[in-house]
């Protein structure tokens, strides 16, 4: 049986967190802060996962997006580097986090509903 308490579960949860955004903020050119900073960099972190799991484009496709990563602009998202492949510009971070979370909301549904019809 674990004896930690309630507060050292919190602590412990709150420090994993903070390793996760960390780790997910390395890819990310521009500052978060708020209470949602943690939210947009899960979400870019989880939208490198879905290009890795079923690409993007011919440049961004699974493989390359696996070994060269993606950063996470104010204006664009790029493989590799700053000034690697574009895979999408855009006018601010407010329409890049959107598009970025709306995808994610697109393969999530897709893959809910691919699940609903094997079963």
């Known amino acids: 049986m674990n004896n930690e308490t309630l507060e050292q ?8 967190r903070e390793l996760e955004y960390k780790e997910a903020k390395e890819k990310i050119t521009f500052q978060l802060r708020g209470d949602t900073k943690y939210y947009y960099a899960f ?8 290009i890795i799991k079923y690409g993007y484009d011919s440049y961004a496709n699974k493989s390359s997006t696996a070994k ?5 602009s104010e204006y664009k998202i790029t493989l590799g580097n700053y000034h690697g492949h574009h895979l999408k510009t855009f006018n601010s971070r407010q329409e890049m986090l959107g598009f970025v979370i709306g ?4 393969v999530s549904t897709l ?3 691919t699940k609903l019809e094997v079963a």
């Open 68 to 72: 060269e990563g993606l950063i996470f």
């Open 111 to 113: 893959e809910y509903n």
């Open 9 to 16: 579960m919190h602590d412990r949860f709150h420090e994993e």
């Open 43 to 50: 979400q870019c972190a989880l939208f490198e996962k879905n």
């Open 103 to 106: 995808y994610n909301e697109c």
